[in-house]
């Protein structure tokens, strides 16, 4: 796995660029290109977030490349593009520009505005998630001024019934350039209805049998992640996926939380399907959602 090109959809407001100190750092420590893309839609609203919305191409090309010349002066590459047909599905031209420009990654904030995070979420991302292959960095916000990005620790949730190597390609890939901690989490899926009606002391055998076996796994891809990454600890947790997610990034912290999504798109079954919003209500949370291969 590589994050050589970095995609940053930008709407000219404070609040999404609140995704660049996070853009910037992955640049820096990977090496990577920064691709800033504003998209011109075909009935912009007049504000955004309360700042003047870019409705034309100039006035868009001349805020991108402000932007460029600032990034370019610490020593980032980068690139502006505007998509200048104005487009009523922003979230198609993103996913397009993408693939057109070979990005690794897609960048962008998720704002804590209700209407903004059902148009930016619930389309651009699930559109990326279900119609291509593009991980997405999601960094929740609720104000313009967030702190710079330092990944210390990331928290990788692992689901045995899904993708697991593409968890630990991505704690392989992020966290030497930084120096980072990685967490390997655990935890006993739902038990099934069958398994739910069974006696009392039965189910509590199951469910210390299987989280003694998740221990035993979870040891193994440690074992295997520490020959390139020197700071890996493990965590079996006994609460159901979702409260384990949550519980785990606020007590690590957990400065990226790697998720990977089933192959449509959603996340995998072994979380509850609230996951995603529950960790977008968390402000100042950084996400990377990668589609299993």
């Given at each position: 796995?590589?994050?050589?090109?970095?995609?940053?959809?930008?709407?000219?407001?404070?609040?999404?660029?609140?995704?660049?100190?996070?853009?910037?750092?992955?640049a820096?420590?990977?090496?990577?290109?920064?691709?800033?893309?504003?998209v011109?839609?075909?009935?912009?609203?007049?504000?955004?977030?309360?700042?003047?919305?870019?409705g034309?191409?100039?006035?868009?090309?001349?805020?991108?490349?402000?932007?460029?010349?600032?990034?370019?002066?610490h020593?980032?590459?980068?690139?502006?593009?505007?998509?200048?047909?104005?487009?009523?599905?922003?979230?198609?031209?993103v996913?397009?520009?993408?693939?057109?420009?070979?990005?690794?990654?897609?960048?962008?904030?998720a704002?804590?505005?209700?209407?903004?995070?059902?148009?930016?979420i619930?389309?651009?991302?699930?559109?990326?998630?279900?119609?291509?292959?593009?991980?997405?960095?999601?960094?929740?916000?609720?104000r313009?001024?967030?702190?710079?990005?330092?990944?210390?620790?990331?928290?990788?949730?692992?689901?045995?019934g899904?993708?697991?190597?593409?968890?630990?390609?991505?704690?392989?890939?992020?966290?030497?350039?930084?120096?980072?901690?990685?967490?390997?989490?655990?935890?006993?899926?739902?038990?099934?209805?069958?398994?739910s009606?069974?006696?009392?002391?039965?189910?509590?055998?199951?469910?210390?049998?299987?989280?003694?076996?998740?221990?035993?796994?979870?040891?193994?891809?440690?074992?295997?992640?520490?020959?390139e990454?020197?700071?890996?600890?493990?965590?079996?947790?006994?609460?159901?996926?979702?409260?384990?997610?949550?519980?785990?990034?606020?007590?690590?912290?957990?400065?990226?939380?790697?998720l990977?999504?089933d192959?449509?798109?959603?996340?995998?079954?072994?979380?509850?399907?609230?996951?995603?919003?529950?960790?977008?209500?968390?402000?100042?949370?950084?996400?990377?959602?990668?589609?299993?291969l």
């Amino acid at each position: 796995m590589r994050f050589a090109r970095i995609l940053v959809p930008l709407d000219g407001s404070a609040l999404a660029e609140a995704v660049m100190p996070a853009a910037c750092s992955l640049a820096k420590r990977l090496g990577a290109t920064l691709l800033l893309l504003h998209v011109l839609e075909q009935q912009p609203p007049a504000a955004v977030h309360g700042e003047p919305h870019l409705g034309d191409a100039d006035e868009a090309l001349a805020y991108l490349e402000r932007q460029a010349d600032d990034l370019r002066r610490h020593g980032i590459a980068v690139e502006s593009h505007v998509h200048e047909r104005r487009v009523d599905d922003v979230a198609l031209a993103v996913d397009m520009h993408a693939h057109e420009f070979g990005a690794d990654l897609i960048a962008m904030c998720a704002h804590g505005r209700t209407n903004l995070r059902t148009r930016l979420i619930g389309s651009i991302a699930e559109r990326i998630l279900r119609g291509g292959s593009v991980p997405l960095l999601l960094r929740t916000v609720r104000r313009s001024d967030v702190p710079d990005f330092d990944l210390r620790r990331l928290l990788v949730p692992i689901d045995f019934g899904h993708d697991v190597d593409t968890a630990l390609a991505a704690a392989r890939t992020l966290a030497p350039p930084y120096g980072a901690a990685v967490t390997l989490l655990a935890a006993p899926e739902r038990p099934a209805p069958t398994t739910s009606r069974l006696l009392p002391g039965t189910s509590a055998l199951m469910r210390a049998y299987d989280i003694d076996a998740l221990r035993d796994r979870l040891g193994e891809l440690a074992g295997r992640l520490r020959a390139e990454v020197r700071d890996v600890d493990e965590i079996v947790a006994a609460d159901e996926p979702t409260q384990a997610i949550l519980a785990a990034a606020d007590a690590l912290p957990a400065d990226l939380i790697v998720l990977v999504t089933d192959a449509h798109g959603g996340l995998s079954s072994w979380y509850d399907p609230s996951t995603g919003q529950q960790l977008l209500k968390r402000a100042e949370l950084t996400l990377l959602l990668i589609r299993e291969l």
